[in-house]
């Protein structure tokens, strides 16, 4: 009795409940880097077709990605109540919110997607190589030539926005959240420090 009540115990350990979509396009996100990144939504497609091979593909044409199933999966594991695992936009990209990324901690290893033994390296790689390609970015903008040369005074709004790659339509707490990222990694930067902090004033008033 003791044996057989032992074997039913350790059944379960061997059984990895399968993902569902939403499951799928939030892992895809987490393995993107998107605790600290948003991530566009064609990149998620391609990393979700590869965890689940043909699984949003489209029905005539298999061997092609339906972002439209993608983006409905998005918004569904943003809106739905059962979920909440994602935060972002079409526009400003997806990343994780606490939720998702408890959820993505604990069935990522499921796919063997990580080393266990280096959890933070696939993300740090792709943090650091973010903030490359940004910092080249903002060295070749123009509202940097132009506050250098002419001063403060000629940047205009819209320069100064797309300084921080937003526009109008970006607003309130996900603007801030934008502007302040910026300014949290670039603030002690020899040669961006003071024009992030001075062009951050000018798109935080808006």
Known sequence: MEKSTMSRRKAPQNKTKPLNN??????????????SLHVDTEDVAKKANELAPGRFA????????????????????????????LLGSFKEGWHL???GLRFCKKRAQDFKVRESTSEES??????????????????????????KSKGEDAVTAQEAEAFFRIDDYIVGEA?????????????????????VITLAKRVRER
């Open 22 to 35: 939403i499951e799928i396009v939030t892992l895809a996100v987490y393995l993107l880097g998107g605790r």
């Open 58 to 85: 489209w029905k005539k044409y298999p061997d092609q990605i339906d972002i439209h199933n993608i983006g409905k999966r998005l918004c569904d594991a943003k809106n739905l109540q059962r979920f909440k695992y």
């Open 97 to 99: 919110s606490k939720l």
């Open 122 to 147: 696939p993300f740090d790689s792709a943090e650091t190589l973010w903030q490359s390609r940004e910092r080249t970015r903002m060295l070749g903008s123009s509202a940097l030539e132009l506050l």
């Open 175 to 195: 603007r801030k959240r934008k502007v302040n990222r910026i300014v949290d990694i670039f603030k002690n930067d020899p040669e961006l420090g003071d024009i």
